[in-house]
């Protein structure tokens, strides 16, 4: 006798729906739904360090940033005097929430951050020099203080002394669109592995379009995770565990 | 009540400001923009047709050769501190109302120097010598700061240098202006609009309604307009003059000469002073900063605005002032640093309360924010923190513009910065998707044929051979995957100085990373990159 397949995706809705509805948007901040399967939170983690790499780091620390800011939040940039401003709105970041900060300089990088993490919910950056233990966990217990996110945009992870709480990497970019000689860019596919400690040991990896034809960022392969196969309920633990572990230990302290 | 009548002041005001404290050669076009409307235009610009709440880019269409100024208020405070202390000789109690704009009571300077007549003549010429002679300032006197103010506008148009209107006779003076006239010195747009929609077009027909009446209907906002109408002063006497325990006071320890550090304390201080005034019901409408050197020195500057200050408009104007003073020429600046700096409310009125927006208004911007900005401006330099706002363009980077954080209201709602903003068609933009990474210095790049060949673009934009490598700044060649291009943009081609003609390409490589290049007089650049 046949079992019919369970419907995947509406049985991952009903579980979205029946969450309970106090801890999801007060720790988390809204990323696109493309995102959702592949971060285990479904969202950015309140007072953590993300950290974007690869080819298409700079789209992804934008899109990341996106729609916390429609839904009301600001975001500074401190330092990325080269951010595509253009390409952020086009990404979702609202420019009218957006403050841009000319490099401090590496005197008054950590400072400023940290005034910025006290006042706004997403701050990007892209250090250049490397962060000491004690300066990163002032700036991590300032962000886990107010709630808010401190998102790295490119440039090198390694500047951090531990390693960030979520790292968003990007593979090889493909182009549609431009040919030899004719056509324009038109839509981006790029493969998306994401990692990190707390709930996201396990890399997660997806096809992305960023952007889309449309300009929407949305998946063009679903998201599983790297080398294994997964089933609903596994991907359900982790995620229990990942947030009572979270409540419990402050996150610096299991880096070790 | 027909005793009463305003107090007679003398309104010294320098037309389109803004312009002026953005020190251009005298006979230059020159337009100051904010938000992407004109807000002054110097002489040249208006003989062309340009006017005021043009869109920046109607005001170019009409004067090609336009030069375009960002607004700042900063700029503007600090360049009108010298017309200021130019007056100092004349009277102690010289108000700055705006950047541009300031009064006197002239009772006792008018006995003095002969009448309003010799008087007006001599501050005029004072403070067109402060100014170097180059400008035209004119000078109004007037029962009231709002007739003083109409009459130097009245001066400016009649190419006087002065306009006296003799005691008694402001209503006469006032009658004939109309309504609109009245948004120079209070906010009452809606009233305003509503006064002309019922057929009040000139002061008189207000002035002429029972104050009753207009309370009735308009509150007070139509009292203040119906008072000024009527050649008074906005507040009848008894409202002001506040008990002198209200002053707010800080020792700067080490003394402060940097302007970065001054405005720190100015945002504290004026935190401190609203939060006093505000517990005692009262607002404040003028305000006395002091501040004491090192050496001794005192300087004291007065500043009104008719509606109350709120804590972000008076922490701007101590900045303003303290940045006037600092960073002054020789005569008016401190010999030593500020060591105590304080601020005394020299008027206050109940205040009315603000009614806060229920869905956004006041609260768009949060007072954390707000404060962490103000501190940032501080620390960094008020040109390091900025906004972006869409502009027209072909290139990305054009598109998006930063400007300063002080020159704009994060607490108002702010179209410039939403992509919609820019209806307009540009030919030849740079379709979307956008580069995120725009490099504010193009870097060379060098780009060659299967052959190796350099690639070079002819004047009828054609291609002299495939793009097969790219060589970035300090990295090795490597193989061009796709391209697309070039796409030939002739920009301001009626200006020899700044005309260009450069062809755009999109190159990917073969690791996918994709480039915006541009090729001018056979140099390649890599103007952005889409990571």
Redesign the interface.
Known sequence: MAVPAPDLVALRELGERVRPLSAAAERVLPVPPAFAGLIPQGGLVRGSTVVTSGSAASSLALALAGPATAAGSWCAVVGVAHLGLLAAAELGVALERTLLFADPGPQEWAGTVAALLDAVEVVLVQPTGSISPTTQRRLVARARDRGSVLLQAGGRPEVWAAQPDLAVASGASRWEGVGIGHGRLRARRVAVQVSGRRGAVRPREAELWLPGPDGQVALAAPARPVGGADDLAAGRTTERTADRRMLDAPAWRDAG | MSAEVGTRTLVVWCPDWPVLASDPEPAAPVIVVRANRVVAASMAARSAGVEVGLRRRAAQRRCPSVEVVDHDPARDARAFEPVASSLDAITPGVEVTRPGTLAFATRGPSRYFGGDDSLAERVAWMVSGALGGRWPVRVGVADGAFGALLAAQAAHRRGAASVVVPPGEAAAFLAPHPVGSLLEAVEVPEEVDVWQRLGLRTLRQLAELPRGDVSARFGHPGVAAHRLASGLDLRPLAARHPAPDLAVTQDLDPPVDRVDRAAFAAKVLADQLHARLGADGLACTSVLVEARTEHGEVLARQWRHEGALTAGALADRVRWQLDGWLTGSGATRPTAGVDRLTLVPVEVVAARGRQLGFWGGETL??E??W???A??QG??GA????????RGGRS?GE??V?VP?AAVDLTE??PA???GSVTEPWPGQV??????????EPEPVAVADAQGQPVTVSGRTE?SA?PATLTLAGQRPVRVA????PWPVDERWWDPARHRRRARF?V?DQ????HLLAVEAGTWWRE?T??
């Open positions: 911007v949060d954390r924010i404060r962490a900005v501190r940032l620390q960094l040109e390091a923190v900025t906004v972006p706002e869409v990305p598109r998006v930063r954080v709602e702010r910065a939403q992509v379709p979307a998707p956008a580069p995120a990474t725009v490099l504010a291609v495939p796709a391209w697309a291009g999109q990917v690791q996918g990373a994709a952005a889409y990571d």
